[in-house]
Each structure stands twice: as C-alpha cells, then as structure tokens.
C-alpha cells in the first residue's frame, strides 16, 4: 500500500484524473440513492430540463439524469471487468512468451500478431452479433480481443528482465523458474500493468459504447452508449436536444480523459525517463 | 585431501551467427575439499563461461563433452530440477557486478530472506504469498540472517537498522558486494563460487571483502575468478591460468607465483609487477579469438618464445616439478630454458 500511494503522489493532471475518476465510481456505487427518479419508469416525453428532471426526458419519459447515473454502472463495470480479463490473458501470454523464448515464444506472438493486425471494431461487431446481445458477452468480446499489445508491451519487459543479474544470481541460487517469473519478473512488471490496465479500461468503455451505439448491447440495460444510440435513432440530435445527448457523450469523454490522466502518471512514475520526454 | 569437484575434458561451444565459439577447449580442473582454488586469466578467455557450466548456467552455450564430477555426481547428466538443488546449495556462486545483481524492486531483508525461502521450500512455488519477497518474517529466520551477517561485519548495520530495510542503491558497492556473499553463505553450500570478488570495488571495500574471503577460505571450498593478482595473492592456496578456453598451468600459489613457468604466466604476472617510471609491460596482440583459433597451441602468435613446433601441435599438459602446464618447452626430451 505504501509502494502505491508513492506512485499515486504527484502533479495536479493526476489528481484531477483521479478526482474525476472517483467522482464517477461513486456516481455508480451510489445510483440507486442519489437519483432522483426510476431511469426505467415511463412518463411524459421529450421535456426539457427542469428542477424535477434535471436533463429533461427522453423519447418514452424516462429521466435523463437518472439514466445517466444508473449507465455510469454499466459501462464502468464493463470497462474494469473487460480489462481485467485483457490484462490479465495479456500478462500472462507476454510473461511465458518472453521468459520462455524458443518456440512457445514464436507460437504466442504469432497469435498475438494475428490478433494485432485484424480491424478491432469489425471483429467485435461481427463476434457480438453470435454471441448476441448481453453487457456479460460485450466484456468477454472486448477481454479476448484486446490482450495483444499488453502481451506485447509485457514480452519486451520481461526479455530484457530475463537477462539481468538478480535474475541470474537467483538462478545461481537455485530457483526454478516459476520462482524467478514469480518473485523476480512479476513485481518488476507491476508498474507496466497499471499502467496498461488503467489504459485498456478507458479503450473498454469506449469499445462498450460504439458497440452498444450499434445496437449490440443490451437494450434494456442503461449505459452510456444505449444512451447515445436511442438519442440518435429517436431525433435527438435532428431535434437539437442536447440534454440527451451531450451528457452521455460527456461523460465518456471525461472518464476516458480521467483514466488517460492516470494511467500516463503512473508510467511516467515507473518510467522517470518518460517524464523529460513528456516535459519537452 | 578428498577430491570435491574433477573437471573432465570439459569442451563448451556457443553457436554464433559468426560461426561456433569455443569458449572452452578440454578443460581439466580439480578442486580439494577445503582448498581454494585461484582462477586467472585476461578477459575473454573463457573464465566465466567455465564457472557457469559448473553450474551449468552457460545458456545458450551447450557443454559437448566433458564431466563436472562434484562430490561424486556427475553434474552434466543431472536433471534440470536436480541441478536447482545443486545451485545454492552444493554450490554457490557470488556474482561480479554488484550494482545488477540485486533486485532494485526490493530491499536487502527481502532478499536474503529470498535466499533462504529458496533454499528451504527448493524453489516451491505457491507457499507464499503471489507478488513480492515479503518471506517469512520468523524468529529463528532473522537469526539465521543476523548471524551471517555478523559473519561478514555487517552486523553493526543490522543492529541499527542500517541495512535490512534498505534498497540496493542506497547501500555502496562495497557492502552489496557483501550481501551477496551473505545470500550465497545462506545456503550453507560445500563449495562457494566467487566472480571478480573485488574486481568493482574501491580500495578500502576491497581489503574489507578480502578479508572477509580470507576468513571464508578457512572453512569452505572456494573458487575465486579474477584478474587481481593481489586478490588471489592473499586468499589462494592453489592457482589455475587460463588461456583461449585452456588451463595453461596449475599448480601451487606459491610456485605458480614465484616461478612460472608458462610463458603467459610470465608475462601475465610481470604486468603487475613494475615501479615507477617502468615502461607498462603488457602482453602483446590481441585476446584471442575463439572461433578462429590458431593452430597448435594458442598462444603461439603472442608467445615470445615461439618455437616452429607450437605452430603445428597442440602441446600437452606436462607435470613440471609441483605444476602442471601446457607448453612445448616443458615436453619431454625438449630441452628447456
């Protein structure tokens, strides 16, 4: 905990991205006791903001500022869990390709080449529409498509770790070699991984709301992208209604921004190098 | 003197894009239970790849033939998970460059509480905790590490807490140099490997490990590998030359050192020793390189005493009075200087 809270300290972007992200979670956590309606309740359409809905209604009546909180749950949820799956698929192919070099080495990163070069976005549309719509299958879409450049990222690291002395001289020890990718290479990766995972959530979300924009998402669950996708299909933005619009978008925006914050402050703690050439 | 460890005929090649490097040329090496053994020669002639095959550690080199008997096994026919058993704890080795071998990502206390996780769990995997050396933190764990330490004079710097809690760079090179001593003495291993023991450090540090190899050499089986002739000087009872992937000659310190009789030997020693205002003697030409290596004996086109015959034949390991050594002007029925 205090290795972390040493990586966390520093310079206002980052603060600002991590405000901006906690305001955000508890937006989510909190939904059902700070909205001030039923997102799911019908009513009457299309009003404009008012004390009773703060952003209006949307074409069926449904609260706007409620919609928008209760989405903050889905679509963060599916950006942390997403990338999680990623990360973690992604650490462990770039660890065992880079500790193990040789042939599994070749095999993994011919995998994780194939992966790198197809077009994302058709492949998750064309993935979801067999899976069909759920926020469970969008996470497992974006998880197992997404590993490659963390595989990439990590195999780079561990082969020049591999090489090193402490590496060596644990060998010299005696330790096996789940031993030393364990206690040797891991811990020397935890930076680049929290980095990367903070990264591949802000790339989730936005995956999660193009692909809900689509049509691919869950229809009945609220998130940020159904949110957008009804706005647009239901002459939201031919009407020129943009308390249906803009603050989904907003919100995507933001909390993509937030977590790009974070995550370039945590590399550049990792990496001190990174920070003269971020300063030029 | 009981035999520890007999180094057979051992030939080690690295295949190279440029060709294949024969890094080591049947070596013969013999070390006693309880003697230190002094291994010297240039840089690039082979030392470090022969202590890692010991340990067989010389990946991507590949030993082709040879034996390493060590206290009675063969160490080249091990399996991989035997050979884990062997490193650390039969032998044990102390790394040159200090500054690369510890972990920066985590202090002293945890990696020599490392050390002895390794040893005890054998490189076990999942009784401890995933990411981290946080080790067991027990009474008898601490005392182990203490009185090693104590072992090494570093014992002040535990007592006030100047050390466990310490990241590497915080330490100088003197004192990780040490540590390192201390997490190989941690596996209690019969014979202990040391790589440049002194090589990276500075005047003062290096008496201070000295001292503490001096001590070290007393009870335990030691190979030390340097090219400080002082360091091998004060600590070795017998001395090994190297030259491209050979041992040249071997034999007593005292002998090797006072009468050499190799013509590298010579020259490689008389380096050291000149006074003020000597020319800097030197061993002519360059290091030998070991993929196209002369024929005959190797040394042949930097040797001053070169004869036709050193040009065409290898010479043989011939036993002159108490040493052995390699050279055409020792072969019997030659005449001799």
């Keep these: 905990m205090a290795r972390l809270r040493q990586v966390m300290q520093g310079n206002k972007a980052r603060w600002a991205g991590i405000a901006m992200l906690v305001l955000f979670i508890l937006c989510a956590m ?251 | 003197m009981k035999e520890l460890l007999k180094v057979t005929g051992l030939n080690v090649v690295f295949d190279t894009p440029a060709g294949r490097v024969h890094a080591n040329r049947g070596i013969n090496l013999m070390v006693n239970e309880n003697e230190t053994l002094g291994l010297m020669g240039e840089s690039g002639c082979g030392k470090t790849v022969l202590f890692l095959s010991l340990l067989r550690l010389q990946q991507p080199g590949r030993i082709v033939s040879g034996s390493i008997v060590f206290d009675g096994r063969d160490l080249t026919k091990l399996t991989t998970s035997e050979m884990q058993q062997v490193r650390g704890r039969q032998i044990a080795l102390v790394p040159q460059d200090h500054s690369t071998a510890l972990n920066p990502a985590f202090t002293v206390g945890q990696q020599l509480n490392e050390a002895l996780l390794v040893r005890d769990n054998g490189g076990g995997l999942w009784k401890t905790s995933l990411i981290g050396c946080s080790g067991r933190g027990s009474q008898a764990f601490q005392e182990e590490v203490k009185a090693v330490l104590g072992e090494l004079a570093l014992g002040d710097l535990v007592d006030t807490g100047r050390l466990l809690g310490r990241y590497p760079h915080q330490l100088s090179g003197g004192i990780r140099q040490r540590v390192l001593i201390a997490m190989a003495l941690l596996g209690h291993p019969r014979m202990l490997i040391a790589d440049e023991p002194t090589t990276a450090l500075d ?61 590298y030997t010579r020259l490689f020693l ?17 290091v030998l390189n070991l993929i196209d290596f002369p024929l005959g004996c190797s040394f042949h086109p930097r040797c001053p005493r070169a004869m036709p015959v050193c040009s065409e034949l290898e010479p043989a390991e011939v036993h002159v009075d108490d040493t052995m050594v390699a050279c055409h002007l020792y072969a019997t029925g030659e005449t001799t200087c």
């Design chain 2, 203 to 263: 005047r003062a540090s290096r008496v201070q490990t000295l001292e503490v190899l001096n001590r070290l050499c007393e009870r335990m089986t030691m190979l030390i590998i340097s090219h400080d002739l002082d360091a091998i000087r004060t600590t070795c009872e017998r001395v090994a030359v190297m030259y491209g992937g050979r041992i040249i000659e071997t034999g007593p310190m005292l002998s090797v050192f006072r009468n050499p009789r190799h013509p």
């Design chain 1, 30 to 280: 909190l939904a059902p006791w700070i909205a001030p309606l039923d997102p799911w309740e019908f009513g009457p359409a299309f009003l404009r903001p008012s004390t009773t809905n703060l952003l209006g209604t949307n074409d069926v009546g449904q609260d706007i500022f409620s919609e928008l909180l209760y989405g903050a749950r889905n679509s963060l949820l599916v950006g942390f869990a997403a990338a999680l799956l990623s990360v973690s698929l992604g650490a462990i192919v770039g660890l065992v390709a880079g500790f193990r070099k040789g042939i599994l080495d070749d095999l993994l990163m011919g995998a994780t080449d194939v992966f790198l070069v197809m077009p994302m976005l058709p492949l998750a549309i064309l993935v979801s529409v067999y899976l069909g719509p759920s926020i469970w299958n969008l996470t497992l879409v974006i998880g197992l498509l997404w590993w490659p450049s963390t595989a990439r990222v990590i195999r780079s690291q561990v082969l020049s770790i591999r090489e090193s002395g402490y590496v060596e001289s644990a060998r010299a020890l005696g330790a096996s070699d789940l031993w030393i990718m364990r206690r040797h290479v891991l811990p020397n990766v935890v930076p680049l991984l929290m980095a990367k995972f903070v990264l591949t959530v802000a790339v989730a979300m936005l995956m999660e709301a193009s692909l809900s924009f689509l049509g691919l998402g869950d229809p009945i669950a609220k998130s940020w992208g159904m949110m957008l996708r009804y706005a647009f299909l239901r002459g939201g933005f031919v009407g020129g209604l943009w308390w249906w619009y803009a603050p989904p978008g907003l919100a995507i925006g933001l909390c993509i921004l937030s977590l790009t914050l974070i995550s370039f402050s945590i590399e550049e703690k990792s990496d001190p190098r990174l920070k003269r050439v971020l300063e030029r």
């Design chain 2, 270 to 286: 008389s380096c050291q020793k000149f006074s003020r205002g000597d020319v800097l003697p030197e061993v002519t030409g360059d």
